[in-house]
């Protein structure tokens, strides 16, 4: 009997059906569901809710049902907005259980892909808290692996900043990978965040940047006078700024994310708003060797003749 009353589609009222409080859904899409209500008063709700059935005496006298809502949410409200009085439903008996509800709503919107991935982390956080799954056994209620549900919750590590952003599209899950590098790095973690949103750097520029500034916490302990020159780069031109010193010479490396980015810092070269520290060499020692060659250089150039100081052969760039 039970079997039967499972099976069957009942018409309910919308105003006796409640929520479900285990729904790991979140944000629901105004305009789509604005776009679901108009096809529901054309087509009606093609797909059943799936409810349970909640029965409690009244005071005085008879019985008093309501339904609570397991799956199908969405439509729920499409259904309200569209001004619906009844909707199908399959109605759950003898299966009343809260770890029941909340499975049936996280495989149903992860099935409609419908959860967006922080809804969907905090929904497997729930079942590993509250219900004592291990992520393989997660994973394969969902049809997932083990790894993609750690990896899943690791997004929560990330602040309420984030986490809001990713909840409303303004950034991809991608971009959560280097994010996460920086997790013990919150000021350059923020710094990032902020260049992904407002200068829309993609998820590769992302992870590159993440790896440098990586790069560079390592190499800080090995030459903090370079660290120091990068900081004044930084402070004078707005911009991250890498040097990296080699056996002869170097490179700078200067980031930038757009056309206007460049032409700024082209007008602050070419007003020479870029000065050096008056005294390079205490911040950058030369090296033995490059003393004996700085030495070597001033006694060829005292020696050559004087109308030779201005050639070009002794200019290098």
């Known amino acids: ?4 009353y499972n099976d069957a589609i009942f018409w309910i009222e919308v105003e006796k059906i409640h929520p479900n409080p285990y729904q790991p859904r979140r944000e629901f899409d105004e305009l789509a ?15 059943a809710l ?7 005496e009244k005071p005085e006298g008879g019985i008093d049902v309501q339904y609570e809502l397991i799956a199908g949410e969405r439509r729920l409200r499409a259904a309200r907005l569209a001004g619906l009085t009844q909707v199908p439903a399959q109605v759950r008996s003898g299966e009343e259980t809260d770890l029941m509800k909340l499975e049936l709503a996280i495989i149903e919107n992860i099935q409609r892909e419908d959860l967006n991935p922080v809804d969907r982390a905090r929904a497997f956080e729930k079942l590993a808290k509250e219900f004592g799954f291990k992520h393989a056994e997660i994973g ?10 750690s990896n899943t919750l690791r997004i929560l590590m990330l602040p309420d900043e984030m986490l809001n952003a990713l909840a409303e599209g303004k950034m991809t899950e991608g971009h959560t990978r280097p994010l996460m590098m920086l997790v ?3 000021e350059e973690q923020m710094t990032l965040f902020k260049e992904i949103l407002f200068k829309k750097v993609n998820v590769r520029e992302a992870e590159g940047i993440a790896r440098r500034i990586a790069f560079e916490k390592a190499r800080k302990l090995m030459d903090p006078d370079l660290v120091d020159l990068e900081e004044k780069f930084k402070d004078t031109l707005g911009t991250r700024v890498r040097i990296e010193k080699k056996d002869d010479g170097g490179k ?13 810092l082209l007008e602050k070269l070419s007003k020479h708003e870029l000065t050096m520290p008056k005294k390079v060499a205490d911040i950058v020692p030369p090296t033995e060797e490059e003393k ?3 030495a070597e250089g001033s006694k060829e150039a005292m020696e ?11 200019f290098s760039i």
């Open 304 to 314: 050559a003749p004087e109308e030779d100081l201005y050639s070009v052969k002794n």
């Open 50 to 56: 799936v409810v349970t059935r909640k029965e409690t």
């Open 140 to 149: 394969k209620k969902v049809g997932k692996s083990r790894e993609y549900v």
């Open 292 to 294: 004996v060659d700085m």
């Open 184 to 186: 013990d790095r919150p």
């Open 252 to 264: 700078i490396t200067i980031d930038f994310f757009s056309k206007g980015d460049l032409l700024t």
């Open 1 to 4: 009997m039970s079997q039967i």
């Open 33 to 47: 569901l604005r776009s679901l209500a108009d096809s529901i008063r054309q087509y009606g709700v093609l797909q």
